[in-house]
């Protein structure tokens, strides 16, 4: 089956006592009893496939993991509370028995940055930051520092940024390195690391894969190398999604391809239009054909499948215009997330990169006039009219 089919069917109808629901119903059982203890004590010690207790299987979480995995090309995945548990869980399993030093991506969502810093900083791992779109700067970061795990972003936040992640993901199977991508932007529609030799993906689920706005959740998924310390460590540490929320984020993804190719169709417009407004002082759009790494995305990325992710620099604009500007939108949502079927702006310096310092920010071009916008299914006129009016 193609990726649009899978989306909808793979997981689902599984068959008990005597019937098949026609899609995965929501499980809230924490517990599991069985006629024969023998049978129990199994699937506790992983002989036997089965539930035993919520923090390690769950039937409505594990349809979700397969969906996803088989989406991701994997070889297992777990539903995660967060797409920030998510990344947690896959570098503690990457850094298990491999040195405390992790070399990533100079652009990187501020969480993550934050993450490294002050969670895996004080635990003693070490991170370099390198500008993972100068292929040789980056490898030579990687040859000196030798590291435990690599950390990169598909598409970068919010610069949309697209590194030659084949090429990366070679540089770290030279030096025993397992690469962690964070696919969240791209979706499995438009790349899948794993089959372009990445170790660990993870995706905030919250994003394009529920895709309205109503889960908190993420997924993380893995080659046969890494998988089982990732289930081992989930297991202990418990960063589940809940069965509702996996319930909810399945029920999404079964319309993702289609919200995808209408998110992707409607950028493009939009970012074409921006570019051409007196206010607007530049768009980062990946189908841009002047995008700084037009070559690897025309590479990596599916014909007319550019991503739904843009952002724009509002001409001489600081924290006041910016903000009369998002309080004057009427349709578009000033909300701090994305991939919704509702565009979505958000401003960086206030959200996803608040925890970074102001000179960081503007070291990584991240200026006070940044605007981020994640585009929805809207009708495309719509959503220019709004930001016309707006843009005064």
Not at 149 to 169: C, F, G, W, Y
């Amino acid at each position: 089956m193609k990726l649009e089919s899978k989306a909808v069917h793979f997981a689902d109808r599984k068959r008990g006592n005597g019937c098949v629901p026609s899609t995965t119903p929501i499980h809230t059982a924490t517990t599991y009893v069985y006629d024969s203890m023998d049978a129990l004590d199994r699937i506790f010690g992983g002989e036997e496939e089965g539930q035993s207790y919520g923090r390690y299987d769950n039937p409505t979480r594990n349809a979700l993991a397969e969906l996803v995995n088989e989406l991701e090309s994997g070889a297992g995945a777990i539903a995660c509370s967060s797409g920030m548990s998510a990344l947690h869980l896959g570098i503690l399993a990457a850094l298990l028995d491999r040195p405390k030093r992790v070399v990533a991506a100079n652009a990187l969502y501020g969480a993550t940055t934050n993450l490294l810093m002050s969670v895996f900083g004080p635990m003693g791992v070490e991170t370099t930051f390198a500008d993972v779109c100068d292929i040789s700067a980056f490898e030579a970061a990687v040859t000196e520092t030798k590291p435990g795990a690599v950390i990169m972003e598909t598409v970068s936040n919010p610069l949309l940024r697209v590194a030659a992640l084949d090429k990366i993901a070679e540089i770290c199977k030279r030096a025993g390195a397992p690469l962690i991508v964070d696919n969240t932007f791209a979706t499995p529609m438009l790349v899948r690391p794993l089959e372009l030799g990445a170790s660990i993906v993870v995706h905030s689920a919250t994003k394009y894969m529920a895709g309205h706005g109503d889960v908190l959740g993420g997924v993380i998924i893995a080659d046969e190398e890494n998988i089982p310390a990732i289930r081992a460590l989930s297991r202990t540490i418990g960063p589940t999604m809940s069965p509702f929320d996996s319930y909810l984020t399945m029920r999404g993804i079964k319309t993702m391809p289609l919200r995808v190719e209408r998110q992707c169709t409607n950028a493009c417009k939009v970012a074409s239009w921006l570019s051409e407004h007196p206010r607007v002082e530049r768009v980062y759009f990946t189908g841009d054909p002047k995008h700084p790494d037009a070559s690897t995305i025309a590479r990596l990325f599916p014909k007319n499948l550019q991503g739904a992710m843009l952002a724009f620099d509002l001409k001489g604009a600081g924290k006041t215009e910016v903000f009369r500007f998002m309080e004057a939108l009427k349709m578009i949502v000033p909300a701090t997330s994305l991939g919704d079927v509702h565009t979505m702006v958000l401003y960086p310096a206030m959200a996803s990169h608040r925890e970074i310092s102001a000179k960081m920010r503007h070291r990584l071009g991240i200026g006070d006039g940044l605007i981020r916008m994640s585009i929805g299914i809207e009708a495309v006129e719509d959503i220019i009219a709004d930001l016309e009016q707006a843009l005064g």
